[in-house]
């Protein structure tokens, strides 16, 4: 005998910019417009345009957070 399992799969996991300049919201509607980058992954855009710093190779000390949204 075996215990049943509750299993909760998220709808999407939104990837969000950490100590951004404004706060995302880990939904579709954000301000910032987010892409799905892959399938039921979204990616937010950084309001403090540290994409553009990492392309480059540069350091932002600046991290993002894997967020489920359910
Ligand atoms: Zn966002």
């Not at 995302?24 to 509607?29: E, P």
Request: charge should be neutral.
């Amino acid at each position: 005998m075996s215990n049943p399992v509750i299993e909760t799969k998220p709808k999407r996991i939104h990837i969000i910019p950490l100590e951004d300049e404004a706060m995302h919201s880990a939904q579709m509607k954000c301000w910032c417009h987010p892409v799905e980058t892959a399938f039921g992954l979204i990616t937010h855009n950084a309001k403090d345009c540290r994409e553009a710093k990492e392309r480059a190779g540069l350091a932002t000390y600046k991290g993002w957070v894997h967020i489920a949204e359910f």
